[in-house]
Structures are given as C-alpha cells and as structure tokens.
C-alpha cells in the first residue's frame, strides 16, 4: 500500500526539450533513474517501482508563457536529491558540469546550505537548479 504523502511525480515545462533531456537525463539516470515515458513534447524518468514509484516529468509545451525558469520567482527553487556519499557528491557535480549544469556557490562550496551540509548546487542552461546532499552521517 502506497504511504499517503509520498511524493507521486513532479512535471517541469521546459522551453528546449532536447537540451533538458540531455541535462537532466544524464543527471538522473546517475541518481538512479531510468526513462519511463516518451512521447514527441516530453519523456519522464521514474526511480523504484510500483506504487511507490516517483517520476520526473520535462515537457515542453506549446502553453509557456517565458523562454526560462527563474528560480528566485514565486514557484520551484530547487530539486533536491539525495546523491550518495561525499566522494559520489564530487564525482557527480564533476560529470553534470561537462553535461552543461554550472556549480553554484563555488566560493562556499560544499558548505553553501550551511556548517555540517555537504551538498553542491548546480544549475543548468535552462536556470533550474538541483542539490545534490551527501550521505555524512550526520542529518536527515
């Protein structure tokens, strides 16, 4: 039976659905996703199985009303993600940048979201922003 909460998907539009398969493919399939739907305006990842399975949804549909997402207006900030530990944390944020996402906060990184956080931020072409949290031992 399906927990009452749990997240069941997240749709995101995007305004370039190649780049944002790219981008984000890349980065979830690492995180352990695999593609579950494909249609000509989107596709979806889906991580575990069923009814407690969550799946990312990207579509670039005809209805958007801006060319990118900015995460500082009412709406998304960020996706978080539990990424492994600290070494997997560093390979990963490694990997995303030559698939296009920018480290954020370089300057306090991996301590950006404050002392004992380990995580790194990073951005993609399309301005959506994920965190990737490091397994330390020592918070949720």
């Known amino acids: 039976m399906t927990a009452t909460g749990m997240l069941h ?3 995101i539009w995007v305004p ?3 780049r944002a398969t790219d981008q984000w493919g890349r980065l979830l399939e690492r995180l352990g996703y695999a593609v579950f739907q494909d249609w000509p305006c989107g596709r979806s990842w889906r991580q575990g199985q069923g009814a407690g399975a969550t799946y990312i949804v990207f579509e670039q549909s005809p ?6 997402h900015d995460r500082c207006r009412p709406g998304l900030n960020h996706l978080a993600f539990h990424a492994g530990d ?3 944390v560093e390979a990963l944020v490694k990997e995303a940048q030559e698939w296009g996402w920018t480290l954020m906060f370089p300057e306090r990184h991996p301590y950006a979201g404050g002392p004992g956080h380990y995580a790194a931020y990073l951005e993609n072409a399309d301005g959506f922003e994920v965190e990737l ?3 330390t031992g020592t918070g949720p």
Do not use: W
Request: proline share 0%; net charge negative; charged share 15%.
């Open 133 to 135: 949290v490091a397994r």
């Open 63 to 68: 209805a958007l009303t801006a060319s990118g």
């Open 86 to 88: 600290v070494a997997a």
């Open 9 to 11: 998907h997240i749709e």
């Open 16 to 18: 370039d659905l190649g």
